[in-house]
């Protein structure tokens, strides 16, 4: 029997939302392009297939001795309106609050934040 | 250790759906991370590593093997040393020696003992002038000292002649 993993609450794409996890140890912005046909989750919690491509911007940061990721999936390819919304949140963020959020981070787990691709709550 | 990997800079983060070409290229850096052990001099990082004792042979020393499978130790190449509890330590020693065997078989080694017991083994064969290097890991559980001694001995008797020079280091990895 396969182990049970619970993809609707571990594995859900969100569009336009920036999600926090542990450092990636890159220099700068990164993007991936994902092609069409990936599942994710509107803001009304409904499932939908994307019926174009997913582009994941992620870009590492640091506060006090803390590194870690902040990444977004969106349908929009500006790196620009990315990576300014990335920085914008990262600069409001505290040491013990991102110790907190990625003190579980693995592949399966990762955080949320509140704030939306313009960086925006 | 630093090691650089095939493929550096790959980066994911959850969600990502990888291509097979990513997938290949994760292997391959497992690959190569997995090829590095057993430890050679080749990737070992000795700046990271605390020199905790270092002898050499003062004079030559001949040892006979008077039977089958027999390992003598070289006097010169034993050692107490201080040691830290919960440490982990990498002997290593390095010999210059001469063998003659009673018979055509000329396999022997060498072998490294802490406390007696086996903790590295190097075996070759040949009866001219080698140079030989050993490796024996020690994790050091609660002693304060330990006892490391470098033996050799072989399939057949024979007569060994360690040269001086011959050293033995123990270093704690840090």
């Known amino acids: 029997m396969l182990p049970y993993i619970n993809y609707n609450e571990t594995m859900d794409i969100v569009i336009d939302t920036i999600a926090i996890w542990t450092a990636n140890f890159q220099n700068g912005l990164t993007v991936r392009k994902n092609p069409a046909g990936l599942r994710y989750k509107t803001k009304d919690g409904v499932y939908a297939i994307a019926d174009k491509p997913i582009y994941r911007f992620a870009k590492d940061y640091k506060v006090g001795k803390t590194r870690y ?17 990335l920085d914008k949140v990262a600069k409001g963020l505290k040491e013990d609050f991102v110790k907190e959020k990625i003190a579980n981070a693995d592949v399966y787990n ?10 925006e709550k | ?6 493929y550096p800079s790959m980066n994911f983060v959850p969600l990502d759906v990888l291509t097979a070409a990513e997938q290949n290229q994760l292997v391959a850096n497992i690959e190569y991370i997995a090829n590095q052990f057993p430890i050679t001099s080749q ?5 990271t590593m605390g020199l905790v004792f270092s002898g050499a042979t003062s004079q030559s020393e ?3 093997q008077t039977a089958n499978y027999q390992y003598k130790v070289i006097s010169g190449l034993t050692s107490t040393v201080p040691v830290e509890p919960g440490g982990k330590y990498l002997i290593v020693a390095a010999l210059s020696l001469n063998s003659t065997y009673n018979n055509g ?6 072998n490294i003992l802490v406390g007696g017991t086996n903790k ?6 040949g009866t001219s002038y080698q140079s030989i290097v050993a490796f024996g890991e020690v994790d050091v559980i609660s002693s304060t000292q330990m006892t490391v001694e470098v033996s050799i001995g072989g399939r057949v008797p024979g007569t060994y002649t360690v040269y001086t020079g011959s050293s033995l280091r123990v270093f704690r990895v840090k």
């Not at chain 1, 990762?110 to 960086?119: A, S, T």
């Not at chain 2, 250790?1 to 095939?6: C, D, E, F, I």
């Not at chain 2, 990737?43 to 700046?47: E, G, K, S």
């Open chain 2, 105 to 110: 078989n000329t396999d022997f080694g060498v």
């Open chain 2, 62 to 64: 001949t040892i006979t």
């Open chain 1, 110 to 119: 990762f955080e949320y934040l509140d704030f939306n691709i313009k960086g």
């Open chain 2, 120 to 125: 590295g083994t190097v075996l070759t064969g």
């Open chain 2, 43 to 47: 990737n070992i990082d000795w700046t």
């Open chain 2, 1 to 6: 250790m630093a090691l650089t990997l095939p």
């Open chain 1, 69 to 85: 990721t902040l990444f977004v999936r969106t349908f929009d390819d500006n790196v620009g309106v990315a990576e300014k919304a």
